[in-house]
């Protein structure tokens, strides 16, 4: 199995940048695919990014352009670039790392980005 740690969520003004990381440890060589999902208050979790070991990489269009997503050459970490920020961007930010063929799929527990003045 994977464990993954997200870090660098927090308090930024409209139009800041945050840059989260999600550190993958266990068995990191099975992991294919990572993305970033987000759960505003009251809705449903939603797809941010993705990036998987080959570089290929989608966004969910409501980030296009002003997030990025990359990792290290292991896949044992993954980052989330975030510019421009909006307070529609508020949300509990989690990754997720899958292996090729599904049988491992892990989450993280999140990390809180608000975007506030």
């Known amino acids: 199995q994977v464990q993954l740690v997200e870090s660098g969520g927090g308090l930024v003004q409209p139009g800041g940048s945050l840059r989260l990381s999600c550190a993958a440890s266990?068995?990191?060589?099975?992991?294919?695919?990572m993305d970033w999902y987000r759960q505003a208050p009251g809705k449903e979790r939603e797809f941010v990014a993705r990036?998987?070991?080959?570089?290929?990489?989608n966004y969910a269009d409501s980030v296009k352009g002003r997030f990025t997503v990359s990792r290290d050459n292991g896949m044992k970490t993954a980052y989330l670039q975030m510019n421009s920020l909006k307070p529609e961007d508020t949300a509990v930010y989690y990754c997720?790392?899958?292996?090729?063929?599904?049988?491992?799929?892990?989450w993280g527990k999140g990390t809180l980005v608000t975007v506030s003045s």
């Open positions: 997720r790392a899958r292996s090729i063929r599904g049988d491992m799929d892990s």
């Open positions: 266990g068995s990191t060589l099975s992991i294919n695919t």
């Open positions: 990036i998987l070991s080959g570089g290929l990489i």
